[in-house]
């Protein structure tokens, strides 16, 4: 694309040094813990120390009472920059841009972006039971609560308006399992058929067992710097192209069909100079597939209504025609919380660095990874975007 946005670009500043904490089903331990522990590894593996990082992006859904600023006092980090992101799917992207724009304008050298939460036995209802008075005082009444009523009811619209089929959703589930077989950190470790997916025990019709995202535990972090000072450390680093970000978009669509990505996507494109066709892989936010579809056509792989057709024709594993969610998503890997924003951002950044692996996209050069976050009963009320190049 030659249509270049007026918005100032994010040259000279980089993400690097992915780093996961391995996730687990349930946990003892505290968000805190996590936390803490994603980052020391940060610190371990840049070879920085921790007075050095003076700034800091937190997300997490089980740190209450806590908040960022009360984190900083049990990571003994006193950083001069400071945000909570309390977006959820969306989490990723946004510490991405605002962590880029605090570097370049010079309020902070080296920003950690951390998201992590635990999983106790009970951890998820609690969650669920607080989440948002809107979504709470919607669905309760009903009998319903919780996301799998709320995503039962964006996917039946979905397929009823563009004529999807389970079999099309099955395709990326299916694909999406291929992947994290070669994904260490996975939670699911066995092969997945499509017949075994069509086959599983409903949840909230049309969900069936496999399109709904395991709840666990685990951290995900990175660090945001110059590209100067990457280079001095000897870091493997990653480019920001292009952001966007958008809350509560199109309020007057009766039921979700579409999110800020459409809104946005060609501002977002002209940040970078590149378009859908120059996007070698893409990382989508994906506690349930009707979403990593929506984000699909919302970021201009396929018109509106024309997903059925595009999930036919290409495939989704990392060796494929589209490689897409290649560490396996959420929906196999696991979802740690506000950590799972985190996700896909933290593998593009090990696949444009070539850390991915026996999953690495060969020739990989441009990575999308979109965030979506806080569904309120009817629709999620945050997204984002962020193109991602080799340096």
Not at 63 to 88: C, E, F, M, N, Y
Not at 99 to 106: D, N
Not at 132 to 160: C, E, I, K
Request: hydrophobic share 40%; aromatic share 10%; net charge neutral.
């Amino acid at each position: 694309m030659d249509k270049r946005s007026a918005r100032r670009g994010y040259e000279g500043v980089v993400a690097v040094v992915p780093i996961t904490v391995p996730y687990v089903r349930y946990s003892i331990r505290t968000a805190h813990w996590f936390l803490a522990r994603v980052l020391a590894e940060l610190i371990r593996a840049s070879g920085i120390d921790k007075a050095s990082i003076d700034g800091l992006c937190v997300s997490s859904f089980t740190l209450a009472p806590d908040t960022a600023i009360g984190l900083t006092q049990h990571l003994g980090v006193s950083p001069r920059w400071l945000d909570h992101i309390p977006l959820g799917g969306a989490s990723g992207v946004v510490a991405l841009r605002r962590a880029a724009r605090a570097v370049q304008c010079g309020d902070a050298q080296v920003v950690a972006c951390i998201s992590g939460d635990t999983n106790h036995v009970d951890s998820f209802r609690l969650t669920l039971s607080n989440f948002s008075s809107f979504a709470r005082d919607a669905v309760y009444p009903y009998g319903a609560g919780g996301p799998n009523a709320s995503f039962a009811f964006l996917t039946a619209n979905y397929m009823r308006e563009f004529g999807l089929e389970r079999a099309d959703f099955g395709k990326l589930c299916v694909a999406q399992r291929d992947n994290a077989l070669r994904y260490p950190q996975a939670l699911f470790k066995r092969p997945l058929g499509l017949q075994e997916y069509l086959d599983a025990r409903p949840i909230a019709e049309p969900l069936r067992l496999f399109d709904c995202v395991m709840p666990c535990a685990g951290a995900e972090g990175f660090l945001v710097m110059s590209a100067d000072r990457a280079r001095s450390l000897g870091l493997a680093a990653v480019q920001v192209l292009g952001t966007i970000e958008r809350h509560n978009s199109y309020p007057d669509d009766p039921v979700q069909v579409r999110g800020g990505w459409a809104m946005d996507r060609d501002d977002l494109y002209a940040q970078a100079g590149r378009g859908p066709q120059d996007v070698d892989l893409m990382q989508a936010y994906d506690d349930y597939p009707v979403i990593s579809l929506m984000q699909i056509e919302d970021l201009g792989f396929c018109q509106k209504g024309e997903g059925a057709r595009f999930i036919r024709e290409h495939s989704f594993t990392w060796d494929g025609n589209f490689p897409f969610n290649t560490s396996g998503g959420q929906l196999s890997v696991g979802q740690a919380g506000a950590a799972g924003g985190y996700l896909g951002m933290i593998e593009a950044l090990r696949q444009l660095t070539d850390a991915a692996a026996d999953r690495q996209v060969a020739k990989a050069q441009t990575a999308l990874v979109s965030g979506f976050g806080m569904i309120n009963f009817d629709r999620g009320l945050a997204s984002g975007a962020a193109l991602l190049g080799r340096a």
